[in-house]
């Protein structure tokens, strides 16, 4: 069976935690930010795959829902979705869970491109001939997934997308 | 002249950057977060008036598009302005500028709920009615401005959104 790639789970520390006494809005972004690092690891785009290839990416857009709350010292799990990808870029969709009970804590979609960094100025470029089919194959295994319901959709106060997310 | 309120400078400290050497993503998240807290505190809900009015503001949603990098000891400053409000929730743009040149380095779009957190959960509630006047007197100002061209829309690899980010 076709699932969601986890990726990661991390225990949330104090420094996470804002005035609300839950987990910040910018730290679930560092928390994904880390998953997408931990993707880029898989596909052969860590520290060693960036060295040696020259390329690395890079974050051109993301979004993120907040659906329910984190307390400190919870355990989150992140998983990923390829969504689509072209030669330079890969959209994903990315879900932190609440390890003790499974709940959906908040959703990210994330557009990264790959970047050469051996030049003067940094470029968008292909991705290495090895991330790419790695990349292909997840592509053509997570195909098989549902789309997610709001992927692709922006933020207004009227639409779904954020009617459906009150806390 | 009506125009974006100015909300607050950030230098780049060392522990926001990255493998890139630039700022990372889910560190233009902790500027904006930043932002959006002196905008509560500039409408009368900082810590005073949390504790006060026993109401808080949660993030429902956020989009972030990354336009150019902002590198270690930068200065970044953060402007607001309102695009929507009703009687609980706001929704705004956030531009994050480099100080030295003013180029725009990322834009956010925001959701955020008020949201009463003196019962036994958090629930949705009206902003307290100083805070909902204050706020509607930005929203009339801001009503004066552009809407920003990307404003409502989502993420994909073929649409303006993306393509039009590429570094």
Same mark, same amino acid.
């Given at each position: 069976?076709?699932?969601?790639?986890?990726?990661?789970?991390?225990? %949330?520390?104090?420094?996470?935690?804002?005035?609300?006494?839950? !987990?910040?809005?910018?730290?679930?972004?560092?928390?994904?930010? +880390?998953?997408?690092?931990?993707?880029?690891?898989?596909?052969? !785009? $860590?520290?060693?795959?960036?060295?040696?290839? $020259?390329?690395?990416?890079?974050?051109? $857009? =993301?979004? %993120? +829902?907040?659906? *329910?709350?984190?307390?400190? $010292?919870?355990? %989150?799990?992140?998983?990923?979705?390829?969504?689509? %990808?072209?030669?330079?870029?890969?959209?994903?969709?990315?879900? *932190?869970?609440?390890?003790?009970?499974?709940? =959906?804590?908040?959703?990210?979609?994330?557009?990264?491109?790959?970047?050469?960094?051996?030049?003067?100025?940094? +470029?968008?470029?292909?991705?290495?001939?090895?991330?790419?089919?790695?990349?292909?194959?997840?592509? *053509?295994?997570?195909?098989? =997934? *549902?789309?997610? =319901?709001?992927?692709?959709?922006?933020?207004? !106060? +009227?639409?779904?997308?954020?009617?459906?997310?009150?806390?």
């Amino acid at each position: 069976m076709t699932a969601p790639m986890r990726l990661l789970e991390i225990e %949330i520390p104090a420094e996470w935690v804002d005035y609300n006494d839950h !987990l910040n809005d910018a730290y679930h972004a560092l928390a994904f930010s +880390r998953a997408g690092d931990a993707f880029m690891e898989r596909l052969g !785009l $860590g520290e060693a795959g960036r060295k040696a290839s $020259g390329r690395t990416v890079y974050t051109l $857009g =993301l979004i %993120i +829902r907040y659906l *329910a709350e984190a307390k400190l $010292g919870e355990r %989150i799990a992140v998983s990923l979705q390829v969504l689509e %990808i072209d030669k330079k870029r890969v959209r994903f969709w990315l879900e *932190a869970r609440r390890v003790a009970d499974d709940t =959906l804590i908040s959703t990210s979609e994330q557009v990264l491109i790959c970047v050469d960094r051996t030049g003067e100025r940094p +470029r968008a470029a292909d991705f290495p001939a090895e991330v790419a089919a790695k990349l292909e194959a997840v592509a *053509a295994d997570h195909a098989e =997934l *549902a789309m997610p =319901l709001e992927a692709g959709q922006g933020l207004t !106060l +009227r639409r779904r997308s954020a009617s459906s997310v009150t806390p």
